[in-house]
């Protein structure tokens, strides 16, 4: 749901879910979380980062898939 959420239309819900898939990130070991929920999340985050509102002045999205991203990393191998 966090995922599906994390591309919201409502800016409140899209930043409540990036944010808290960053504490998800940083708080979970990577044997906590199948292989199909770590590749949406990181889809979600990256998705959130490469999603062009930087032009419109949008950042806040992109800051925190950005902090999430770095998180997540464990989450590759």
Known sequence: M?????????????????????FICEE???????????NNIILA????IMNGEEANGVLEPSKLAIVAL???IPFTV
């Open 70 to 72: 770095g998180h997540s």
């Open 2 to 22: 966090l995922c599906t959420n994390s591309v919201s239309q409502d800016m409140n819900i899209r930043l409540a879910s990036l944010k808290t898939l960053g």
């Open 45 to 48: 985050l990256t998705n959130n």
């Open 28 to 38: 979970l070991k990577t044997d906590e979380l199948n292989n199909e929920l770590k």
